[in-house]
């Protein structure tokens, strides 16, 4: 049974029972109390608001301009495509961080020895 014939089910089998409901409230039988006549309204409200609440998501379900299989289909997509760009950035940044390490370590090591070179070179000038 697919979410739509579900969603009217329930709603074909809430309405039966408030009609009920409410005829037996009608009936020529002995007054209720006060007590079971509250909680009857209140036990209304609730229904008839969960009523609006599955009408709602009925006309969602059966709306022709929205195809909720194909709108899950395609952001599965998309989301599966940003997952692997994700994945390469984080590569990418890996790759980039080791690469800015190495620079700096090999301009350590080069600024030692040229350092030196540097000092020789000035003293020759003067």
């Known amino acids: 049974m697919g979410w739509v014939s579900y969603l ?54 059966t709306d022709p301009d929205v195809d909720v299989a194909d709108e899950v289909l395609t952001l599965r997509k998309e989301n599966a495509a940003l997952q692997m760009k994700v994945g390469i950035l984080a590569d990418t940044e890996t790759k980039l961080a080791e690469s800015v390490a190495r620079c700096k370590q090999l301009r350590k090591d080069f600024d030692g020895p040229m350092a030196g070179l540097q000092r020789i070179i000035l003293s020759w000038k003067n």
């Open 8 to 61: 009217e089910d329930k709603l074909d089998r809430l309405n039966s029972d408030l009609d009920s409901i409410r005829r037996a409230r009608k009936s020529e039988s002995p007054k209720s109390t006060l007590d079971s006549e509250q909680h009857l309204k209140a036990l209304v409200r609730v229904c008839e608001k969960f009523m609006a609440d599955i009408r709602k998501h009925l006309d969602l379900a």
